[in-house]
């Protein structure tokens, strides 16, 4: 059955944390990981031939100090993997694990170890960084994604505006033709009006000139004698009332 790794366990021997390789596996960079039913549940876990795979692929360095001496390297490639200062694990040609040591260590090594993990701790930073780099990027995108989809709003509102504003204008300039006419007919009725006033006063005052002419000729015949009437009348069927008397 092929052993596999907890993320915890897992974590340990890459030297990252739990929390990288969730954010790796939840960006889909971490193919070899699955899900297995486990004791409480449904896990993810990691097998453990693929430790140097991942390693390689980025750039860790697998920490052997938790007892584990050795790893078996990928399919094709047919060497084991030891720690390497600052870098990926460095492949070595002799499979022969190196032989337990007894005793104390030695200053060397006690520094060497605090390097290693100042080392690990920056590559678990790095890791991280990474991961926090490429969400960086993906908010970037949705924003930029937002803000070119807005600006395009806000063009195409530009252009409604505009297209409203010069239907505003053509209609103030319509509506100032038409109150222009309107004022034209108005001061031509005014017009009209007052002329039709003026002949409706004329035509009054020459009747009132005709009623008091015929008065005038009226109460002339009443006092006029049998002779002038005679005269007058004679003048009239002949046409000249302006002839001399007879």
């Not at 021997?13 to 929390?19: A, E, H, K, N, Q």
């Not at 390097?115 to 920056?122: E, I, M, N, Q």
Request: charged share 30%; proline share 6%.
């Amino acid at each position: 059955m092929e052993a596999t790794l907890t993320l915890h366990q897992a974590g340990d021997r890459l030297g990252i944390g739990d929390g990288a390789l969730n954010r790796l596996i939840e960006m889909g960079a971490l193919p070899e990981a699955r899900r297995e039913q486990g004791v409480d549940g449904e896990t993810w876990v990691i097998p453990a031939a693929k430790l140097p795979t991942i390693a390689i692929r980025n750039g860790w360095t697998i920490d052997l100090r938790n007892g584990a001496k050795q790893l078996a390297a990928p399919a094709g490639h047919g060497t084991d993997l030891v720690p390497h200062r600052g870098g990926p694990p460095t492949p070595r040609s002799d499979p022969t694990p190196e032989p337990t040591r007894t005793g104390p260590p030695s200053m060397g090594e006690v520094l060497d170890l605090e390097l290693l993990d100042r080392l690990l701790g920056a590559q678990e930073g790095r890791v991280v960084a990474q991961a926090e780099a490429r969400e960086s990027k993906n908010a970037l995108a949705a924003l930029n994604e937002v803000h070119n989809r807005t600006t395009g709003e806000l063009e195409v509102e530009r252009r409604e505006r505009m297209v409203a504003a010069d239907r505003y204008r053509e209609e103030r300039m319509a509506r100032a033709v038409a109150d222009a006419k309107v004022a034209e007919l108005r001061d031509r009725v005014v017009r009209e009006m007052a002329l039709a006033d003026a002949e409706k006063q004329a035509r009054a005052e020459a009747l009132t000139r005709s009623i008091r002419a015929e008065r005038d000729a009226a109460n002339a015949h009443a006092v006029m004698g049998w002779l002038a009437r005679r005269r007058y009348r004679r003048l009239s069927a002949g046409g000249d009332l302006g002839s001399p008397a007879d």
